[in-house]
């Protein structure tokens, strides 16, 4: 699905992640830990295509095609998503006008043929049902004043929707109460499939009670320092980051 | 420049009336001219927008009947519009407008004969020229409509009046007058095009006219030729409790400068102005506009904003007068801005002038661009750039 060989990026020539490699299997669950600044947030943006981070070495292959030339709309349209940290409020457009553009130019995208309007509200109810999420969400203008939780599970219920096929989840967990968490927690489980695959970063282990990783790979100064199953998330809330840190050094 | 002050002077010579009270206005307005000339860029009011363009060329009235093929109609008016045709009335269509009883839409030249009590007062009193275009428009008062409805008529269709032109050097002048009895309601739409190959020039000028507790909407829509050069004013007075909604969507013109001049003589009045202005290209345009408060207890909310492409420039200006006594006033201005290309330019100023206490007048100019972030957030959703901009910019013209 997804394969990153010594991906190396800079921001206006400030050097974050140097040199990560990562292979992520279809239907697999990973994860990606580390303090901040560790560069975790980068990753993210890069894999969805920030035209701020300029790739500076490194390949990275997504079904078997380079990556690195898409551009953002076309990495979605091929199956790839980012729920971002803090979504961005985009007063005026409504929600529901938005999520029919995305869905219907990630259909087109795909060959496939585009829903009309009362295909679309039915699909996009269904969708709500299963986060949860109240109907009245979709006449309101894009995230804005929706709480923190709100515009979380709007990301998730975008994703709902689009139906990715590499799924990229940046601190989705960080500022929900534990009944939003588990909301989206149900809301993530749900979408994995064996043909999906999706990679959680997060800062908490608490997140992994909720949903079980198949590994987790923990990211420091721009470098993958540590892989292993999910036990190593246990390790880690217990002995910290430091720990990692020490024993790299030694 | 005297060379074209005395073509001017020449053109309007040629439309002099023979009516002798008609006469004396236009000769006034004729020695104002000559005395202001055209504006330059040493007036404050003047300041961003040089009339060098339209001072290049000149443009002759051409009388002879025409028909201009429109680009569109609007759709719910046709076969109920009136024409002008390279500015001049096509009096069919004027005659084809079913009226209710006692309204009346006249010719300009008509009215001035038939109702030379009810239109004579409006032609002068109220606004003397405040530049040389303005005083030029009444020099060569001739072309127009006037626009009358009695006392408590509520009119539910609107009239609409559509002005396009299509040949080359050729310049319309038009006045409408429109006249709101008390309790009347009327909804007046302009629209002004042309052909985008042909340069040509519009000076046009609306005085309107609101007895008490009268209502009118006015739509002016601004799509003329991509080279044509217009000048056009809106002028303004409400009477007790009366209410004027004005609509401005400007797009068209290579060269193009709008006047809006309220005045609140009365108390609570009320005056909405809405404005859209998107040039692109080259295309310059410059709105100003003029709120005066002159009576306590009125109320006037104007909202503009600019949506600039290409290599385009813009120009705001909006003065709010508060007057001595005018307590209660409410006035509010908002000016915002898009830039969507580097090469764009705007100017905006804000102006207020409060000489009364106890009044609440905010006002507010925003010059910005597309948000990169919102841009990307779509993107990745599968939405391109030029689709994300156009929902952007939807959202911009909308919010409030």
């Known amino acids: 699905m997804l394969d990153i060989n010594q991906l190396k990026v800079s921001i206006s020539d400030k050097s974050i992640l140097k040199g990560i490699d990562l292979k992520v299997g279809a239907g697999e669950v990973h994860v990606i830990m580390g303090p901040n600044g560790s560069g975790k947030s980068t990753l993210s943006k890069v894999l969805a295509g920030h035209p701020a981070y300029q790739v500076t070495g490194g390949t990275i292959e997504y079904n078997g095609c380079d990556l690195i030339p898409l551009a953002p709309e076309e990495r979605a349209r091929a199956g790839l998503f980012m729920s971002f940290q803090y979504p961005v409020e985009i007063p005026g457009v409504t929600n529901i006008n938005f999520l029919k553009a995305a869905v219907n130019a990630v259909l087109t995208g795909q060959g496939k043929k585009s829903l009309d309007a009362i295909e679309f ?8 049902k299963l986060l949860d999420m109240d109907e009245s969400f979709l006449y309101r203008s894009i995230n804005e004043g929706f709480s923190g939780g709100e515009k979380k599970r709007n990301e998730i219920l975008q994703m709902a929707a689009l139906e990715p096929k590499l799924a990229i989840l940046d601190e989705t967990d960080s500022g929900l109460d534990i009944d939003a968490l588990r909301v989206i927690s149900g809301g993530v489980n749900a979408m994995r499939s064996p043909s999906r695959s999706i990679i959680l970063v997060t800062h908490y282990q608490r997140l992994l009670n909720y949903i079980e990783p198949d590994f987790i790979h923990v990211l420091s100064d ?11 998330a246990l390790e880690l809330e217990d002995k910290g980051y430091s720990w990692l840190k020490e024993s790299e050094e030694v | ?48 927008t040089s009339l060098a363009p339209f001072l290049k060329n000149s443009f002759a009235v051409d009388k002879s009947k025409s028909i201009v093929k429109e680009r569109s109609n609007i759709p719910f008016a046709a076969g109920k519009t009136i024409h002008f045709c390279n500015g001049q009335l096509v009096e069919e269509t004027l005659a084809a ?11 300009l030249r008509k009215a001035c004969v038939q109702h030379k009590d009810k239109l004579q007062p409006f032609l002068t009193s109220f606004f003397p020229a405040r530049d040389g275009v303005h005083a030029l428009n009444t020099a060569m008062l001739d072309q127009g409509l006037f626009i009358y409805v009695p006392a408590d008529v509520l009119l539910d269709e609107p009239i609409v009046i559509s002005h396009a032109q299509d040949k080359s050097h050729q310049a319309s002048f ?9 309790g009347s309601r009327a909804t007046v739409i302009e629209d002004y095009q042309g052909d985008d190959l042909v340069e040509y020039h519009t000076n046009t000028m609306t005085t309107i006219h609101l007895s008490a507790s009268s209502h009118l909407t006015h739509y002016k829509i601004q799509r003329e030729g991509k080279l044509s050069h217009h000048l056009g004013q809106l002028s303004a007075v409400l009477a007790t409790g009366s209410q004027l909604d004005s609509h401005s969507f400007s797009i068209g013109g290579q060269l193009v400068r709008s006047d809006t001049s309220i005045h609140f003589q009365e108390p609570n009045a009320s005056c909405l102005m809405n404005g859209i202005y998107a040039p692109t290209g080259k295309q310059h345009m410059d709105h100003h506009t003029e709120v005066i408060h002159n009576a306590p207890d009125c109320h006037s909310e104007q909202d503009y904003k600019g949506v600039l492409n290409g290599q385009s420039r813009a120009v705001f200006n909006g003065r709010v007068i508060v007057a001595k006594g005018a307590y209660h006033t409410r006035a509010e201005q908002q000016n915002k801005n898009l830039l969507l290309s580097t090469g764009t330019e705007v100017d905006t100023k804000p102006q207020l002038e409060i000489f009364a206490d106890d009044v609440s007048c905010t006002h507010g100019a925003t010059v910005g661009q597309l948000d990169e972030e919102a841009l990307f957030y779509l993107a990745t959703r599968g939405i391109g750039r030029a689709d994300a901009s156009r929902y952007l910019v939807q959202a911009f013209v909308g919010e409030n």
Do not use: T
Not at chain 1, 121 to 128: D, P, V, Y
Not at chain 1, 222 to 232: A, M, P
Not at chain 2, 2 to 19: N, T
Not at chain 2, 174 to 182: F, G, K
């Open chain 1, 222 to 232: 721009g470098r993958i320092i540590k892989s292993g199953d999910k036990s190593l």
């Open chain 1, 121 to 128: 509200l039915s699909f996009i109810r269904e969708k709500c």
């Open chain 2, 174 to 182: 038009i006045r409408h007058v429109v006249i709101l009895e008390p």
């Open chain 2, 97 to 107: 407008i079913p009226l209710p009883n006692g309204v009346l839409v006249n010719s």
């Open chain 2, 1 to 48: 420049m005297s060379e074209f002050v005395a073509f001017y002077e020449a053109q309007a010579k040629d439309a002099f009336s023979d009516i002798p009270w008609l006469l004396d206005i236009q000769q006034k307005a004729l020695n104002d001219f000559l005395r202001l000339g055209f504006p330059n860029k040493h007036q404050e009011d003047w300041k961003y």
